[in-house]
């Protein structure tokens, strides 16, 4: 009888997972549902495929889309799909029309004509007036992450770990730092090498020779002096060197072996490089999960993370001067108190300055802290960035001065649990270049708020015991736009708001979840949308209150 009551209760609970109760309430049955576990896992083939990677042609005109058909192979890539922005003319891409199309990912110019992307570790510029693409590189290097200086003139990218630029009308690619990989010479940046997260300065010493005990160095001085072909063989390497210090003014930047570069990014002025510096955690075991089913028919081994108590990897930002080589590692300038164990009063030396509980005093260390890429004001002139502690309890946005590689923090929030929620990694620039907006979890809700770089506290925008999910800027740089949870914990909507805060206008009207893509020309809304009942589809409204979509 129990073992009938509990197959009972977890049918009900089941039921009651799959059909929501408001599903009983708000949408009639009227085809019988046969709750079996086959019907229940059939996934793609019960609900279908929702459509993915919405974007609009610069035009307004199209909606690009990737989908596939519930009754298609489930390993089977998701195909490319355009309509037009009235719903007509639904069509799917054939591979060699799909790279005629807008690019999924890039650069979009200023002037909003050409989008610049890598694909398949090559350049592309895609120019929207002809609809067509231009390939920009064609080499067995692969080359990454493009984008435009701020005269839009010329594009810089990653190749092997070190940054080029290249005119876009005629002109020579040149090469922007000289970062080599580990080995004989390698300088290590104080703080890694040592273990600690402090700043300094790093020198690279590429070529010449290295300094010996002094019991060598003595016998390379007589070496020299005693025989003729010695010493013409030193003239000839001093020489030679001192052209090439000549010829190249900027000095290297060795990364010591265990470390690597993990992106380039130019500032606008060009007169720096912005490096992350990436070290996985020495000794560090990964876990093991067995894969049991494999075209060998054998047990494999997949590798997954490690353990959480070994040492976990982590990253620093370098400033490279793109002059000289010069390289700094950023100060962030955060602390860390590490409170020694309590001592017995007999072991206590006299100048330790035992606390009154009897403990050594508090000794100060860096701090582990992950910096994440600077976001730079449209004229350039200003850059801020987020950090994040490596135990996730402490948020800060900083301003980023390149010339000194120092930060000053605008912003902070702890909490005791864990920093998180919806949009805790949005941060950007109003257009006036004057205020920076970033979401955050201070009050218990994600809410959006805005700060003034001079000073002066954060201004929420928002306030609630709701959240708020996304923010963008409009198109034409007069409004955000953002999508919230304030109608209800298990909806989205999309909404605009003033810059300054005030009121927002609620813009789509379908209960249920709604993800906005919005045309360029913002008269057009491409969404997702879904129900408890309904699976993800893709709609077209227009982008005004209460409108139909």
């Avoid at 089941?14 to 229940?40: C, M, R």
């Avoid at 993370?305 to 620093?316: I, L």
């Amino acid at each position: 009888m129990q073992l009938l009551t509990r197959r009972f209760l977890s049918a009900v609970c089941l039921f009651g997972l799959v059909f929501p109760p408001q599903l009983w309430a708000q949408q009639p049955i009227t085809k019988k549902f046969e709750l079996t576990v086959d019907n229940i896992m059939r996934g793609p083939e019960l609900v279908g495929y929702a459509p993915m990677g919405l974007r609009w042609s610069p035009d307004s005109q199209r909606v690009y889309f990737r989908w596939k058909q519930a009754n298609e192979p489930r390993l089977k890539e998701f195909d490319w799909y355009v309509v037009g922005r009235d719903g007509n003319g639904l069509k799917k891409l054939s591979e060699d029309e799909a790279k005629l199309a807008v690019p999924p990912a890039g650069e979009l110019s200023k002037d909003k004509t050409k989008t610049l992307f890598a694909e398949d570790g090559d350049i592309f510029l895609f120019d929207h007036l002809r609809n067509e693409r231009q390939q920009l590189t064609k080499t067995t290097d692969g080359e990454s992450n493009p984008h435009f200086t701020l005269d839009q003139k010329r594009i810089y990218f990653t190749r092997q770990n070190n940054l080029y630029v290249m005119p876009l009308e005629g002109g020579t690619l040149t090469q922007i730092t000289d970062i080599r990989s580990g080995g004989p010479g390698s300088v290590a940046p104080p703080a890694l090498a040592s273990g600690g997260l402090g700043g300094g300065a790093v020198r690279g010493g590429a070529g010449g020779q290295q300094k010996g005990t002094d019991s060598q160095e003595f016998i390379k001085k007589e070496e020299r002096e005693l025989l003729e072909a010695v010493r013409e063989r030193a003239q000839q390497r001093e020489e030679q060197e001192a052209k090439r210090k000549k010829r190249e003014t900027r000095k290297p930047f060795n990364v010591p072996q265990g470390q690597a570069i993990s992106s380039l990014m130019w500032t606008p002025d060009e007169k720096y490089v912005i490096a992350t510096v990436f070290e996985s955690g020495t000794g560090t075991k990964s876990t093991i999960v067995p894969n049991y089913i494999t075209e060998s028919a054998y047990t494999e081994d997949l590798p997954a993370r490690n353990k959480v108590g070994d040492n976990q990897s982590r990253s620093r930002m370098a400033v490279i001067n793109a002059e000289t080589g010069d390289v700094k590692f950023v100060d962030h300038g955060l602390k860390a108190e590490t409170k020694a164990q309590s001592l017995p009063s007999p072991a206590v030396p006299p100048d330790a300055s035992p606390q009154r509980d009897g403990s050594a005093p508090a000794k100060q260390t860096e701090r582990q802290v992950q910096l994440f890429a600077p976001v730079w004001s449209a004229d350039g002139k200003h850059a801020v960035m987020q950090a994040r502690a490596a135990d996730n309890k402490d948020r800060w946005i900083m301003q980023l001065d390149p010339t000194t590689a120092t930060t000053k923090v605008l912003f902070s929030e702890h909490d005791d649990a864990w920093i998180g929620g919806p949009g805790s990694f949005t941060l950007g620039w109003l257009p006036d270049g004057k205020r920076i907006y970033f979401v955050s979890e201070q009050s218990g809700f994600a809410h959006l708020y805005t700060k003034e770089l001079d000073g002066g506290e954060p201004k929420p925008l928002t306030s609630g015991k709701w959240e708020v999910a996304g923010v963008e800027i409009a198109p034409d740089k007069t409004k955000f736009y953002l999508t919230t949870g304030e109608v209800s914990s298990s909806e989205r909507h999309y909404y605009a708001l003033p810059f300054d805060g005030g009121a927002r206008t609620k813009l789509t009207s379908m209960s249920g979840n709604n993800q906005v893509e919005l045309s360029p020309d913002e008269s057009t809304q491409a969404l997702i949308y879904s129900y408890s009942n309904k699976p993800p589809e893709l709609y077209l409204a227009t982008n005004k209150a209460g409108a139909e979509a």
